[in-house]
């Protein structure tokens, strides 16, 4: 079993909808918790760090829920440049040992 | 932008053949990385350092040896490149402080072993 695991998609959804991405990891010690975007042939760049009360960011919101040992990224009011790959990552004791998951590819049609 | 670059871009080598991958930053991070990201997987991490001259390593470290003699800057060196390290690699820096510790990576560099 991955210690991060993430559904792989595609998702396709036209603009406006509501997606949500879920994301379970299997160490119940892990300490830290984040959100990536990779676009296409790019580095994965930080959306944002995962709190253990959730967290939002104007469109997106992401949640914690350490008793099922998963996170969730949900995006509101998809846009165009919302498409890409969003990778879960899990950092176990919050050092230097950050776990990624091989993302979930996100689709934004007109 | 982390000031993060990293070179060269791409590169294509043949097996055997030893490659060396720079990764240079310009704000004085204490902490780099270096991952490999394959299709179907995550990043997964290669070597770290945590100082002028302190390494370690991580998850995917055979066939891989760094180099850290500057803090600016952190050198990959594939030895004698085989096909499996045909890969994308990135390199990473980490915030100093705070919680959680966030990393933010390089533009990455596309290296095909044929």
């Known amino acids: 079993r991955k210690e991060v695991e993430q559904d792989p998609g595609p998702f396709n959804v036209p603009e406006g909808a509501t997606v949500a991405f879920n994301c379970t990891y299997s160490?119940?010690?892990?300490?830290?918790f984040f959100w990536y975007r990779q676009d296409c042939r790019k580095e994965p760049k930080l959306l944002m760090s995962?709190?253990?009360s959730g967290n939002e960011d104007g469109r997106f919101t992401a949640q914690l829920n350490r008793a099922s040992q998963y996170i969730s990224l949900l995006i509101r009011d998809s846009k165009l440049s919302d498409s890409a790959t969003y990778l879960c990552?899990?950092?176990?004791?919050?050092?230097?040992?950050?776990?990624f998951g091989a993302g979930t590819r996100l689709t934004v049609k007109p | 932008d982390a000031g993060i670059t990293q070179s060269p871009r791409h590169k294509v080598t043949e097996t055997g053949t030893p490659v060396t991958l720079r990764c240079h930053q310009t704000?004085?991070?204490?902490?780099m990385y270096w991952y490999r990201q394959d299709p179907g997987h995550g990043l997964r991490l290669i070597h770290y350092s945590y100082g002028v001259k302190d390494t370690d390593k991580g998850e995917v470290s055979d066939g891989y040896s760094v180099s850290r003699s500057k803090t600016e800057d952190f050198l990959l060196t594939l030895e004698s490149a085989t096909s499996s390290q045909t890969s994308v690699y990135f390199c990473?820096?980490?915030?100093?402080?705070?919680?959680?510790?966030?990393?933010?990576f390089g533009p990455g560099t596309r290296l095909t072993v044929l």
């Open positions: 995962v709190y253990s």
């Open positions: 990552v899990v950092n176990p004791w919050n050092n230097n040992d950050m776990r």
């Open positions: 704000e004085n991070h204490r902490y």
């Open positions: 990473a820096i980490r915030t100093a402080t705070g919680t959680p510790l966030e990393q933010f």
């Open positions: 160490n119940s010690a892990s300490q830290s």
